[in-house]
C-alpha cells in the first residue's frame, strides 16, 4: 500500500509545481529589451488584433490567448519553458517551434522581439 502511494505522489509531483508563481518569476532585468520600446513594438506588429495584452490601447484581441501575467507562465504556446531567449524566439519564427501553430511569422527583429519580451514579462 504504501508502495503505490509513493508512486502515486511521484506522478503527482511535477503537476503540482506547474502553477505556482514564485516558481515561474524572473528578476526584472531577465531580459536585454527595453519595456517602453516593447509596449510600442506590440502597438507597431498589431499583436493586438489576436491577443488581449494589458497596457497596450486597443490590445484585445480574442483569437490568441491574452497575455496577462504571461511573466508568470510555465510554458509558452504549451510547448516551450518561459525563458526570455525562448519567447524571443517564439516571437521571431513561431512556425519553427510549433509547425501548426495559428501565430503568423511577423518577421520581426532580434531588437524588437527583445524589447517586447522585456515588456511581455513585466505582466506578472
Do not use: F, Q
Amino acid at each position: 500500500m504504501t508502495r503505490k502511494i509513493l508512486v502515486c505522489l511521484a506522478l503527482l509531483l511535477p503537476v503540482v509545481g506547474c502553477g505556482s508563481d514564485e516558481a515561474n518569476s524572473l528578476p526584472d532585468d531577465s531580459t536585454a529589451g527595453d519595456p517602453a520600446k516593447g509596449k510600442a513594438a506590440i502597438a507597431d506588429y498589431g499583436c493586438g488584433s489576436c491577443h488581449a495584452i494589458p497596457g497596450v490601447p486597443g490590445a484585445n484581441g480574442r483569437t490568441g490567448p491574452s497575455l496577462e501575467r504571461i511573466a508568470k507562465r510555465t510554458y509558452l504556446a504549451g510547448v516551450l519553458p518561459n525563458t526570455p531567449e525562448d519567447m524571443a524566439r517564439w516571437l521571431r519564427a513561431p512556425e519553427t517551434i510549433d509547425p501548426l501553430t495559428a501565430m503568423p511569422n511577423m518577421v520581426v527583429s532580434a531588437e524588437d522581439a527583445r524589447d517586447i519580451t522585456a515588456y511581455l514579462y513585466t505582466l506578472k
